[in-house]
Every structure is written in C-alpha cells, then in structure tokens.
C-alpha cells in the first residue's frame, strides 16, 4: 500500500475508478480508508468518522477557508512555542496523512504519539509502521494508564503525551480533549465538525480536512518569525474562530443554489 498518493486501489488489475471522474479523489480516499479497515488499521467506526468529516467538507467548500487558515497559522505558533509538543495519531489520520504527519514533525520538532479509542496491540504496531515507513519518527515506548479516562485513550506513555504541554489532536473523540484540558494542556484539534465536543472544548481549533490542515501548520511554521508567533498567540479566541467556520457555512448554504 503507498501512501500519500493518489491512485486507485487496484484488487483485480483494473482500475476501480477512473482518473477522469469528478469525484476521482473522494473516491480514492474511500477505497483508501476502506482498504485500511479491511486491514485493521482504520477502526470499522473510524468509517463513519470518515463520512461525517466529508459532510461538513461539502459544507466548507473542500477548501481551506480564511479562518481555517488563521486557525493553521495560529496552531503553528503553539507548536513552535510549545515547551514539549506531542502529535497524537490514530488509525483514520494514518491512513490519510502518515506522509504529512512525517512533514510536520519535521518542521516544529513535535513527538509523534500512537492514542486510540479502539486500542489492541496489533493496531499500536500497524499504525506506528506507518509513520515510520513515510518517515516519522514514532516515540513508542511503555503505554501506561495515566490520563484519567476509563476507555483506553486513557493509555499513553509517560515521557510523551503525559509530560507534554502541548497536544495535536486530529479527528478526535470529545472526551480526551476534555481530560487533557483539565491536566492544564494545550490542545489543538483538527476536526471538520465546528459543532462537536471536541471542537469547543480544544485550546485551538482548526475546522478542515487533515490533509489540507497539516501542511498549512507545517509551512507556517517554517515562516512564522518569533514576532508573528507572539501576535497569534496573544490573539488566540478559539470561541471566534468557531463562530466565524459556522458563519462561512451559513454563508455557504444560504447561497448553495445560486
Ligand atoms: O483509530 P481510533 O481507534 O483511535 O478511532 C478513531 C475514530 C476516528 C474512530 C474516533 O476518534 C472517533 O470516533 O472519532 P469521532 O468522534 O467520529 O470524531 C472524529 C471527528 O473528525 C468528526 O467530528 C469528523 O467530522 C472529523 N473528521 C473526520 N474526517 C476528517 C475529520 N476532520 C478533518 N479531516 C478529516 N479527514
């Protein structure tokens, strides 16, 4: 399996869905995600997850809007400042974006840290050579139970998410936002549902899709200078920036038709 790019999955040696179709690359992310779940890596509700997000992409216009971008800019400051910064991957965001994962530790430095909802050992494994085969490097020592949760999010190790200060979350469930929020942690989630637990209860926020998001956070912080980063900081208003990606959908819809 290749990762990172965009062809078709090909089972029988013909190509499943042709280049030429407008909805080429959707598709091909389904099959991806679908070929994923088959193989254990991506949780058979990691799916739904999948379908929800591309809602709401519709609802976005599957572009970066200019509050998502803030919000990439603004995450990019939190990274670079950040005392211990960690990136938490579950089994969706391997399978979408090992690659840019990879590119993002690369440019702020952050560990790179396996948490699942749906956690077996045989998942751990599979998603960690992931990373590594598109080049990350994966911290993976001793999982303990220390975040005070009683599902298995709750299974972290204590050098990395444990001591961090701050927290990448992508597609994430609500509940260990929540938990990580009240151990005094910065988080940072990329969820396309402006509307969900996780979403409002994050330090930051970034509503669009991984893929996109990633290498927006991963250029600016590359290009920030300490100045830029200070400003962005300083005005971190998450509950604005929700509020703005649900007044771009309004706007959005209120003109679908034109
Ligand atoms: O791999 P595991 O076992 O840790 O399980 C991972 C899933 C994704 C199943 C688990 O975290 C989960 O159930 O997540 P939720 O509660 O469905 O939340 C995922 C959020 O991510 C939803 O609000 C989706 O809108 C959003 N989302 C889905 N796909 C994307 C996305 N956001 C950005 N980019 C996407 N591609």
């Known amino acids: 399996?290749?990762?990172?790019?965009?062809?078709?999955?090909?089972?029988?040696?013909?190509?499943?869905?042709?280049?030429?179709?407008?909805?080429?690359?959707?598709?091909?992310?389904?099959?991806?995600?679908?070929?994923?779940?088959?193989?254990?890596?991506?949780?058979?509700?990691?799916?739904?997850s999948h379908g929800r997000g591309e809602a709401f992409d519709y609802l976005i216009g599957e572009q970066t809007t200019a509050t998502a971008r803030l919000a990439e800019q603004t995450a990019a400051a939190m990274l670079m400042s950040a005392r211990h910064p960690v990136i938490s991957v579950n089994g969706n965001t391997a399978a979408l974006a090992a690659p840019e994962i990879a590119a993002l530790q690369k440019a702020c430095g952050a560990l790179v840290?396996?948490?699942l909802f749906h956690r077996t050992g045989q998942r751990v494994l599979q998603i960690e050579e992931i990373l590594r085969n598109a080049g990350a490097d994966v911290y993976s020592g001793e999982a303990e139970r220390l975040l005070p949760l009683t599902h298995d999010r709750a299974w972290c190790r204590r050098e990395g998410m444990y001591?961090?200060?701050?927290?990448?979350?992508?597609?994430?469930?609500?509940?260990?936002?929540?938990?990580?929020?009240?151990?005094?942690?910065?988080?940072?989630?990329?969820?396309?549902?402006?509307?969900?637990?996780?979403?409002?209860?994050?330090?930051?926020?970034?509503?669009?899709?991984?893929?996109?998001?990633?290498?927006?956070?991963?250029?600016?912080?590359?290009?920030?200078?300490?100045?830029?980063r200070n400003r962005l900081l300083a005005s971190l208003d998450n509950h604005y920036l929700l509020s703005e990606a649900i007044r771009e959908i309004t706007l959005r819809l209120s003109h679908a038709l034109d």
């Open 163 to 228: 001591s961090a200060d701050v927290i990448l979350v992508p597609l994430e469930d609500g509940d260990r936002c929540e938990a990580l929020i009240g151990m005094g942690k910065k988080v940072i989630a990329v969820d396309l549902n402006p509307l969900s637990r996780t979403a409002k209860t994050a330090t930051l926020t970034v509503v669009d899709e991984v893929t996109r998001a990633l290498p927006e956070i991963a250029k600016a912080c590359l290009e920030l200078s300490p100045a830029d």
């Open 113 to 115: 840290e396996v948490n």
């Open 1 to 48: 399996m290749r990762h990172g790019t965009l062809r078709s999955p090909d089972y029988r040696g013909v190509p499943v869905i042709p280049p030429d179709h407008p909805r080429y690359r959707s598709l091909v992310t389904r099959e991806r995600l679908a070929e994923y779940a088959r193989s254990g890596v991506v949780a058979m509700e990691g799916l739904t």
